[in-house]
T-cell receptor, first 115, second 111 residues
């Protein structure tokens, strides 16, 4: 099993450019989430999805869009990149929303730099 | 503002020693408290988790202590090994997929 796969691993953007961070999971998980990790701030939830066709905002959604057309894929779109979006982005998935024996599985991240 | 406060920011421990990381939360509706371990260049991975109906959970050298009345929980790493050198995050939530994370603690185990 590949688990949660994120592409690309690294990306440099100029201010104002747009791009899509890809996330795919092969575990048939219903729940998927996007987090950003910044020094001294831990991980913060950007958007999440509880199933295909259903998405909702997390703690820091501004400047990002998501969609969930299939169970497997959950892309994150930066509409107009800003230097404040320089961060490491993690996609995660879980089988259920409630059970503690269905933990959140994380990908290995995309390191994004906006100049 | 962060819903989960974590301390210390970093710690250094000798091989064989005990590492202790503390977390505090505000939202009394939280009922799931996991700890994640992260190595450089990797995503976080679940280490151990606890529900508020128990005060302690142990898995190998890792123990979570939970104090519901104080809204605090902590991770103890016994007999710390160099391979335990990593960043540790506490988290809390009502749903597994909507975790609120602490700021993280970098643990360095000196041989």
């Amino acid at each position: 099993n590949a688990g949660v796969t994120q592409t690309p691993k690294f990306q440099v953007l100029k201010t104002g450019q747009s791009m899509t961070l890809q996330c795919a999971q092969d575990m048939n998980h219903e729940y998927m989430s996007w987090y950003r990790q910044d020094p001294g701030m831990g991980l913060r939830l950007i958007h999440y999805s509880v199933g295909a066709g259903i998405t909702d905002q997390g703690e820091v959604p501004n400047g990002y869009n998501v969609s969930r057309s299939t169970t497997e894929d959950f892309p994150l779109r930066l509409l107009s990149a800003a230097p404040s979006q320089t961060s490491v982005y993690f996609c995660a998935s879980s089988y259920t929303g409630q059970e503690s024996n269905s933990p959140l599985h994380f990908g290995n991240g995309t390191r994004l730099t906006v100049t | 503002q962060q819903q989960v406060k974590q301390s210390p920011q970093s710690l250094i421990v000798q091989k064989g020693g005990i590492s202790i990381i503390n977390c505090a939360y505000e939202n009394t509706a939280f009922d799931y408290f996991p700890w994640y371990q992260q190595f450089p260049g990797k995503g976080p991975a679940l280490l151990i988790a606890i529900r508020p109906d128990v005060s302690e959970k142990k898995e190998g050298r890792f123990t979570i202590s939970f104090n519901k009345s104080a809204k605090q929980f902590s991770l103890h790493i016994m007999d710390s090994q160099p391979g335990d050198s990593a960043t540790y995050f506490c988290a809390a939530s009502m749903q597994v997929y909507k975790l609120s994370f602490g700021a993280g603690t970098t643990v360095t185990v000196r041989a």
